[in-house]
């Protein structure tokens, strides 16, 4: 498990407009990762998952940045390369409001090529 690696993902499919691809992902882990094992592996696992789940009630327009921003904060346990989870924080809460509003995304509906990227 890499979840550090998980939200690299997303947030590259977010930007590129590729939604149903970060989705995909999303789900496909949250599956994987629906019965954790006990401890402090499991702990890891579940926190995790309550990011995941947080990034699609964000693309779903559920909840705000703030809010996004807190689950963020209460759930992230991750080592980043720069070891400044803060940031790291901040950063990709921008890019996936960033891509809500670009792309339009209240899914399942967005538009992908709002911009006239293609």
Same mark, same amino acid.
């Given at each position: 498990? &890499?979840? @550090?690696?998980d939200l690299y993902v997303?947030? $590259? !499919?977010? @930007?590129?407009?590729?939604?149903?691809? *970060? #989705?995909?992902? +999303?789900?496909?882990?949250? &599956? +994987?990762?629906?019965?954790? !094992?006990? /401890?402090?592996? /499991?702990?890891? +696992?579940?926190?995790?998952?309550? #990011?995941?789940? !947080?990034?699609?009630?964000? @693309?779903?327009?559920? =909840?705000?940045?703030?809010?996004?921003?807190? +689950?963020?904060?209460d759930n992230y346990s %991750? $080592?980043?390369?720069?070891?400044?989870?803060?940031?790291?924080?901040?950063?990709?809460?921008?890019? #996936?409001?960033?891509? =809500?509003?670009? %792309?339009? =995304?209240? %899914?399942? *509906?967005?538009?992908?090529?709002?911009?006239?990227? @293609?």
């Open positions: 498990m &890499n979840p @550090l690696y997303i947030e $590259s !499919a977010l @930007l590129s407009g590729e939604v149903d691809d *970060a #989705v995909k992902l +999303i789900e496909k882990k949250c &599956n +994987i990762y629906k019965n954790p !094992a006990s /401890g402090k592996n /499991g702990e890891k +696992i579940r926190k995790h998952v309550k #990011v995941m789940e !947080a990034v699609m009630e964000s @693309l779903k327009n559920s =909840i705000g940045i703030e809010e996004f921003m807190k +689950i963020m904060n %991750y $080592s980043t390369e720069d070891g400044n989870s803060e940031k790291f924080i901040q950063s990709f809460s921008y890019m #996936v409001f960033y891509s =809500i509003d670009r %792309y339009n =995304i209240h %899914y399942p *509906a967005y538009d992908g090529k709002r911009c006239g990227d @293609l």
